[in-house]
Every structure is written in C-alpha cells, then in structure tokens.
C-alpha cells in the first residue's frame, strides 16, 4: 500500500488544517491509519490513529483539538486540527498497518510539513 499525504501548510496559532492520505489501493481489512510527526531535532512520535472498525487513539496534547476520521470508499483518512499551537510544527506522516493495532505498521507516506507560527 502507498500512501500520498496532503494538505500542510503555514498556518498562525488557533488555525486550523486539514491533512488528507489517500492510501493506493484498498486497504485490507482489519487495518489500522494514523498520523505521526516529528519536530525538528525530535524523535517521530504518535498523534492519532483510527482502525477499520472506527477505533481512534490520540496523543494526550491532541485530545480535544485533533478528529481522525476516515473515508473507505475513498481509501482515505484525514486529520482535522484545530486550534493549532507552535508546538504542533512538525513534519506529518501517514502510517498504515494491516491490523487492528496502536502501533506504527510498515507503510509510511512521504510527509507532510505543518509550521504554525506564534
């Protein structure tokens, strides 16, 4: 499965950005879709997920700002963030794993740059 992540951009604190990664094929099920970052100088970390049966997880500090959602007919999910803080710059990357799991599977997209300026 390739995975084509879209959507970053320049946005000031409180934006909002909406990254989209369409995955090539349809995905096999069960899977799991999520988004990671990683901040210049940082490791790649989690920001959310979401199963094929609608299961999501999150970071903490997302909680509440971030909603992954995804569409299957699209072979799509997307990644609606508000109230963005500079904190949330950072390189985006869609993950696919071809199970139900709250760990990184071996797909990765080619990222996507989110800078939110103060």
């Known amino acids: 499965v390739q995975l084509q992540a879209s959507g970053g951009g320049l946005v000031q604190a409180g934006g909002s950005l909406r990254l989209s990664c369409a995955a090539s094929?349809?995905?096999?099920?069960?899977?799991?879709m999520g988004w990671y970052r990683q901040a210049p100088g940082k490791q790649r970390g989690l920001v959310a997920q979401?199963?094929?049966?609608?299961?999501?997880n999150y970071k903490d500090s997302v909680k509440g700002r971030f909603t992954i959602s995804r569409d299957n007919s699209k072979n799509t999910v997307y990644l609606q963030m508000n109230s963005l803080k500079p904190d949330d710059t950072a390189v985006y990357y869609c993950?696919?794993?071809?199970?139900?799991?709250w760990g990184a599977g071996p797909n990765w997209g080619q990222g996507t740059l989110v800078t939110v300026s103060s």
């Open positions: 094929e349809s995905a096999d099920s069960p899977n799991t």
């Open positions: 993950n696919y794993a071809p199970r139900w799991s």
């Open positions: 979401i199963t094929s049966n609608s299961q999501t």
